[in-house]
């Protein structure tokens, strides 16, 4: 079976770009998860979902973020727009449900904002 | 609200033991465990539950002390593909799978 797909695995822009990064979580897991992970912080859960519903966006930095999940089989995370701050390796998470489980990380998408 | 691990980093030889210390400051639910190896994704390890109950894939030992919310992992005769990054991840709202990891102890095995 695949794993969580996401797409683009590395993505360069310049400041003030929209990026646009995309998440396949597995076939039937209820719950999806945005992390991002940089050398200072680590990984930091960003936002996540059950059943396609937003349950927990505090870890979002701020209004410049913005996640959704149209179906049980696509998610976006939107920067809109990038700072060179953003650059991180930003991975999508999903499992069976959000009780204590296996969480199945994707490969990751590393941003670059220049 | 950041778990602290201990050690940050640590080189072993193959075959040998390590123990990887993960502590918060707030009561847990439970605590995960994850290895990644560099440039790659985390991968599941074990969870440990409140009341004793662990559920793992490896033969990797671990242990959660609820009242000092602490968590061990035990890493016993060592192998080369070890190697990676351990994290472990704190529940501290009940919420599962809503975790909030530590910064990560940097595992290397050396023949």
């Known amino acids: 079976d695949a794993g969580v797909i996401q797409s683009p695995r590395h993505e360069v822009t310049e400041m003030g770009q929209e990026v646009t990064l995309r998440c396949k979580p597995i076939s039937g897991h209820n719950s999806l998860f945005w992390y991002r992970q940089t050398m200072m912080r680590g990984l930091e859960l960003l936002i996540y979902?059950?059943?396609?519903?937003?349950?927990?966006d505090s870890g979002m930095p701020e209004d410049r973020f913005s996640a959704k999940m149209p179906n049980a089989s696509f998610s976006t995370l939107k920067i809109q727009p990038s700072e060179p701050r953003d650059s991180a390796v930003y991975f999508c998470?999903?499992?069976?449900?959000?009780?204590?489980?296996?969480?199945?990380f994707g490969e990751g998408s590393r941003l670059t904002v220049l | 609200q950041q778990p602290v691990q201990s050690p940050q980093a640590v080189i072993l030889r193959e075959g040998e033991d390590a123990v990887i210390n993960c502590s918060s400051s707030k009561a847990l639910y439970s605590v995960h465990w994850y290895r990644q190896k560099h440039g790659e994704a985390p991968v599941f390890l074990m969870i440990?539950?409140?009341?004793?109950e662990q559920k793992g894939h490896e033969k990797i030992s671990a242990s959660f002390n609820e009242k000092k919310q602490q968590s061990s992992l035990y890493l016993t005769a060592s192998q080369l593909s070890y190697s990676g990054t351990y994290f472990c991840?704190?529940?501290?709202?009940?919420?599962?799978?809503?975790?909030?990891f530590g910064t990560g102890t940097q595992l290397k095995v050396e023949l």
């Open positions: 998470a999903s499992s069976l449900g959000i009780g204590a489980g296996e969480l199945f």
């Open positions: 991840g704190t529940d501290l709202t009940g919420g599962g799978n809503k975790l909030t």
């Open positions: 979902f059950n059943n396609n519903v937003p349950i927990d």
């Open positions: 440990l539950l409140k009341g004793g």
